[in-house]
């Protein structure tokens, strides 16, 4: 254990970046993010819940790419890793590595309940990059927003509306003020 400065945290992603005044530490490198593939094996490093004994490693798949999920009622994390290696609390900041002990995400979250047996998320590697050096540049994540709620639109939609297309997107609500607003753009 040491003491660590924090020079940023990002909600959207549940990523902080953390400076400590030790040299030469060892690490772990990141993975080329375009090699990672649905069914690639992957481990996860933890504390799970903290138990003495120190690091735990569980073994799975990456599940899915590209999922969200959402935390809570505020709350959505974007570009996870989706995977069936057993995340428990105390996972979370921990690595998920490739084979060749390359981080390919970073532990977030899991979904368990009464349908579920367990599915692990992990924000993505390319995404962890680009959050830490945005805040090693200026200590915040500055994300583009657009302020619209959208829709997928189908054929049904599409007819009731009467519309020149059968499939798209549909502005369902935008936020006033906000740079679609400003831009003109309405629901519907």
Same mark, same amino acid.
């Given at each position: 254990q ?14 902080a ?7 030469? !530490? ?12 649905? &069914? #690639?094996? @992957?481990?996860? %490093? =933890?504390? +799970? ?7 735990t ?10 999922r ?22 105390g996972?979370s900041?921990g690595?998920?590595?490739? !084979? ?12 368990? &309940? #009464?349908? @579920?047996?367990? %599915? =692990?998320? +992990? ?21 583009p927003?657009?302020g619209?709620?959208?829709?997928e639109?189908?054929?049904?939609q599409?007819?009731?509306l009467?519309?020149?297309v ?17 831009g ?5």
């Amino acid at each position: 254990q040491m003491e660590a400065q924090i020079i940023g945290k990002d909600p959207l992603t549940d990523i902080a970046l953390l400076k400590v005044d030790e040299a030469d !530490l060892p690490y772990l490198p990141f993975a080329d993010p375009s090699t990672l593939r649905v &069914g #690639n094996w @992957v481990v996860a %490093i =933890g504390n +799970a819940l903290a138990l003495p004994g120190g690091p735990t490693v569980t073994l799975g798949i990456v599940s899915a790419l590209d999922r969200s999920f959402q935390i809570d009622q505020d709350s959505t994390l974007y570009g996870l890793v989706q995977t069936d290696t057993v995340i428990n609390p105390g996972n979370s900041g921990g690595p998920l590595l490739n !084979l060749a002990g390359e981080v390919v995400g970073i532990n977030t979250a899991v979904l368990r &309940g #009464n349908q @579920v047996e367990g %599915i =692990g998320f +992990a924000v993505g590697g390319d995404t962890a990059l680009l959050v830490a050096e945005a805040l090693m540049e200026s200590g915040e994540v500055l994300w583009p927003w657009l302020g619209v709620f959208i829709q997928e639109l189908d054929a049904q939609q599409s007819a009731e509306l009467v519309l020149p297309v059968k499939h798209g997107i549909l502005v369902a609500d935008v936020v006033i003020d906000s740079p679609a607003w400003s831009g003109g753009i309405r629901p519907g």
